[in-house]
């Protein structure tokens, strides 16, 4: 268990898929993704594990749920600056998170 307190240090966000780029250097398949959070924390940069349910293509525009205060991590030549967040589908591959509606970017998740 752990309190209320520390849920709320974890600050999620939706943002705005705005490109989508291959990820040849990941270990596992990935994509590279910029996402947009809004004025208050602008565009940051994600790698993804999704290439088994979603095409480059159709990611641009997509809204996203992300961790956006978690340190930077380095995935190979690339520093991800927010944990995109997901679910497994039956295969154990990543389904996205994303608002049931259209909403503002950058939005806190409450």
Do not use: H
């Not at 956006?68 to 690339?78: A, D, K, Y």
């Amino acid at each position: 268990m752990i309190a209320f307190e520390d849920f709320g240090k974890v600050d999620v966000r939706v943002g705005r898929i705005t490109r989508a780029e291959p990820f040849p250097e990941a270990r596992k398949p990935a994509y590279r993704l910029w996402v947009d959070f809004g004025a208050e924390i602008g565009e940051k940069k994600s790698s993804a594990q999704i290439t088994a349910n979603y095409a480059l293509e159709d990611l641009p525009g997509r809204m996203v749920v992300a961790v956006v205060n978690f340190e930077p991590r380095q995935i190979g030549p690339m520093l991800s600056e927010v944990l995109v967040l997901g679910v497994p589908d039956e295969a154990g591959q990543v389904v996205l998170l994303t608002p049931e509606k259209d909403v503002p970017t950058g939005g806190r998740m409450y």
